[in-house]
């Protein structure tokens, strides 16, 4: 009965190659977003997408590209991946008139 | 720039005594506060938010526009509080509407 999923939990990879993170969530809401958790915990925002239109686009490099295919679904697509991009990546959703965030239980990024 | 501060890294506390994590922040509009809490081992999930004055878990926080200010209290810590806590401020309009922008997180530890 999860809210919001992420698959995988965790992903380790080389550098250079390009990998994906799904997040799902059944909660119907229309506003999805991708969130990166530093070693230092520190948590920023990096896209954000509503009905499936990107709405916030952080300061990402192009190798980060987000996909929704519809509503309930958010993808993160990441090639060519770096050393830097070791991280927790954290998707998360809300009903856009309420604004409370319902978070995934987190992706953990090793890139080796 | 919209901009959240918490000041305290770690903080530490016996169980019964009070206990604030500090917040601070720096926004041109009207602002909407949340502070959220990750558990260990858990995903992160909404506290309180300040528009709703509701007291979670015997948590309160008071929005103080004079000084900027969205402090999280209790008067009586429990073990089960020791966790991360993020405070976060929400933009609520324009292009950038629902981004969350956090704090760096406090971790609390509540010791028998």
């Known amino acids: 009965d999860t809210a919001v999923s992420q698959t995988p939990k965790y992903l380790v990879t080389q550098m250079g190659n390009d990998k994906s993170i799904k997040c799902e969530q059944n909660?119907?809401?229309?506003?999805m977003y991708w969130y990166k958790q530093d070693s230092k915990k520190f948590l920023k925002i990096m896209f954000s997408?509503?009905?499936?239109?990107?709405?916030i686009n952080e300061t990402v490099p192009n190798r980060f590209s987000p996909k929704s295919p519809d509503k309930a679904h958010l993808n993160l697509h990441i090639n060519s991946l770096e050393l830097g991009d070791s991280a927790v990546y954290f998707c998360?959703?809300?009903?856009?008139?309420?604004?409370?965030?319902?978070f995934g239980p987190g992706t953990r990024l090793t890139v080796l | 720039a919209q901009r959240v501060t918490q000041p305290e890294k770690l903080l530490s506390v016996f169980k019964g005594a009070p206990v604030e994590l500090k917040c601070n922040y720096s926004?041109?509009?009207?602002?909407?506060l949340f502070w959220y809490v990750q558990y260990s081992r858990q995903r992160l999930q909404l506290l309180l938010r300040?528009?709703s004055r509701e007291s979670i878990k015997g948590f309160t926080a008071d929005l103080n526009k004079g000084e900027t200010s969205f402090h999280l209290k209790k008067p009586f810590a429990q073990e089960e509080d020791s966790a991360m806590y993020y405070c976060?401020?929400?933009?609520?309009?324009?292009?950038?509407?629902?981004?969350?922008?956090f704090g760096q997180g406090t971790i609390l530890t509540v010791h028998p």
């Open positions: 300040h528009i």
């Open positions: 997408y509503n009905n499936k239109e990107l709405i």
């Open positions: 909660l119907g809401h229309d506003t």
């Open positions: 926004y041109s509009g009207s602002p909407e």
């Open positions: 976060a401020l929400l933009n609520a309009g324009g292009t950038s509407y629902g981004k969350l922008t």
């Open positions: 998360a959703s809300s009903h856009q008139r309420d604004n409370e965030q319902f």
